[in-house]
């Protein structure tokens, strides 16, 4: 499976490294990850370097720069990773080999219709720079709106863009809330189909159960679903890959949250109440999963901007949080207005 640990990794004779290590820390610079040899020398310290070659370039790297040469041609060292980066290529659909030429020597195996940058015409700015808008053209074929299956999400790690965690979580999120956008919608016009449940007195006990009820969803959504170390747990520590199963797990949990604050409200506005007073409090009772209701919408909607522009945003340097904030608070006024109604409940 492809973990494609670095972006690039330059492929070129020792003769040539003078020209390559400028175009190497550039890219350092611009945040690009790169393989280079001179900076591995503890890793690869005691290995068999051929392994660990033919290992780096077919499954670790997006792209192999292939700094076509004389000397490029002519070096043993460069043949094999030259035939270790060509076999991937074949392979492959996308784009995985990107030549930059130093004279006009021919690479056997390469055609000649394949596109390249010329370091006699294009300075290390240039090259460096446009390493950095490849990566940010090259993203998964997942987007916010891929049905999550899991094919969908094996695809996804396999490929593992900038921030997959976040686009899987967010993809999760978003069309697990699209289901119950009707209902949504529907809360906030007061709205919910009778249920069957008829209360004839003046309701305090059951509204007072609800109250309870909602307590305790909300209490396990703080203390198990979005805990700090729930979040690291499926998104990974810093510099740390995430667990996909975990990824969709907690996204789940985040809709089924949703979806039992919102049951909770409907059953209110479901309810038939023969006590005027009654229907009253528990009108007002159900706002109180407004604002729940809206902060994690909120963070939905959030989710799915971010996640639309995530890898591009990614590779082109941006910092981005990707913590999934989320507050439950219910508003002082609202919490006199339903106290004030139960107090008229129990005259």
Not at 311 to 335: K, N, Q, S, Y
């Amino acid at each position: 499976m492809a973990e494609y640990e670095f972006d690039v990794a330059p492929s070129f004779a020792e003769q040539d490294r003078a020209k390559v290590e400028p175009i190497v820390r550039r890219l350092e610079d611009l945040g690009v990850k790169v393989y280079y040899d001179e900076d591995q020398l503890v890793a690869r310290w005691g290995l068999d370097l051929i392994e660990l070659t033919t290992e780096t370039l077919t499954h670790k790297v997006r792209f192999v720069l292939m700094f076509a040469s004389r000397h490029y041609v002519e070096h043993n060292w460069a043949r094999h990773e030259r035939k270790t980066a060509q076999a991937r290529a074949l392979g492959q659909q996308n784009e995985y080999l990107l030549p930059i030429k130093l004279d006009d020597t021919e690479v056997p195996g390469l055609l000649s219709s394949i596109g390249y940058l010329d370091l006699r015409v294009h300075d290390t700015e240039v090259i460096a720079q446009s390493v950095v808008e490849k990566l940010a053209q090259h993203r998964a074929e997942f987007t916010p709106s891929t049905p999550i299956t899991p094919k969908s999400v094996a695809a996804l790690v396999r490929e593992k863009p900038r921030g997959w965690e976040y686009l899987l979580y967010a993809t999760v999120v978003a069309q697990g809330l699209a289901d119950l956008q009707q209902k949504y919608r529907e809360h906030f016009l007061r709205y919910s189909p009778r249920n069957g449940i008829v209360e004839h007195g003046n309701g305090i006990d059951l509204i007072r159960d609800r109250n309870v009820l909602l307590g305790e969803i909300i209490k396990v959504a703080v203390e198990s679903v979005f805990t700090p170390e729930t979040q690291e747990a499926a998104f990974g520590r810093s510099g740390e890959p995430g667990d996909a199963d975990r990824i969709v797990h907690l996204g789940e949990l985040f809709v089924r949250t949703f979806a039992e604050i919102l049951d909770w409200a409907r059953g209110i506005h479901g309810t038939s109440y023969a006590h005027e007073p009654a229907r009253a409090a528990a009108r007002v009772q159900a706002r109180f999963a407004d604002r729940q209701l809206e902060a994690m919408h909120a963070v939905a909607r959030d989710l799915r901007e971010v996640a639309d522009t995530l890898v591009e945003r990614l590779t082109a340097g941006e910092r981005i949080d990707m913590t999934v904030p989320l507050v439950f608070e219910v508003e002082p006024a609202l919490e006199q207005e339903f106290k004030a109604a139960l107090d008229r409940l129990s005259r």
